[in-house]
């Protein structure tokens, strides 16, 4: 008897429950286009005006793989986590990308952080908006869509530039984004680097 309330019971539990397929993470997804390192490299090399160059070193990079499961009324979310520093300055980039993989939409959700800085986004058009969680989170960053920047070597068209708000958190100043690019230039502590 006991043997048969116990098997009652777990067709009910699970009779609820489905088997769900979730894609591994879709690097072609239109979220990635707002990836700061988007090509993956090992490093990622910024030169300033004197011609020192400083590198970005990847410590982290983590994705969401296929996987089943069984669940009831449950989402695929698939995430990308990345992070780079800057040795010789102790200065670290950090990027989460995330979406939905059972949506058909373009729509995603980005996290940027820069040493103790960071705060969530969200993909306006051309450009990002900083999400204000209130009671939680203070903005950290002023974004402003440049239709275009001038740096060292190079101009650019259509530049997303986060400036960060407290300047006693981090040494970088100002980061300039281009859709599909990434990072094309740093202001840390008034020295510009651009990507090379």
Avoid at 40 to 66: A, G, H, P, R, W
Avoid at 164 to 192: A, E, R, T
Wanted: net charge negative.
């Amino acid at each position: 008897m006991r043997q048969l309330l116990y098997i009652l019971t777990l067709i009910l539990i699970t009779g609820g429950c489905q088997k769900i397929e979730c894609p591994a993470y879709d690097f072609n997804h239109a979220i990635n286009k707002w990836n700061w390192f988007p090509d993956n490299e090992q490093e990622y090399e910024f030169m300033n005006v004197d011609s020192t160059i400083i590198n970005l070193v990847k410590t982290k990079f983590v994705f969401n793989q296929y996987e089943e499961r069984r669940c009831h009324s449950c989402a695929c979310f698939s995430d990308l986590e990345n992070c780079y520093e800057i040795n010789s300055l102790n200065i670290q980039f950090r990027v989460t990308l995330s979406y939905q993989s059972d949506d058909s939409s373009d729509e995603g959700s980005i996290y940027y952080g820069v040493d103790s800085i960071g705060s969530p986004f969200e993909p306006i058009g051309e450009t990002i908006n900083e999400i204000e969680v209130s009671d939680y989170e203070t903005k950290e960053f002023n974004v402003t869509l440049l239709d275009s920047l001038t740096l060292i070597f190079a101009t650019y068209k259509t530049v997303t530039q986060l400036e960060i708000i407290n300047s006693i958190k981090s040494d970088v100043q100002k980061i300039w984004v281009v859709p599909d690019k990434g990072i094309i230039g740093l202001n840390i502590k008034g020295n510009v680097w651009e990507s090379r």
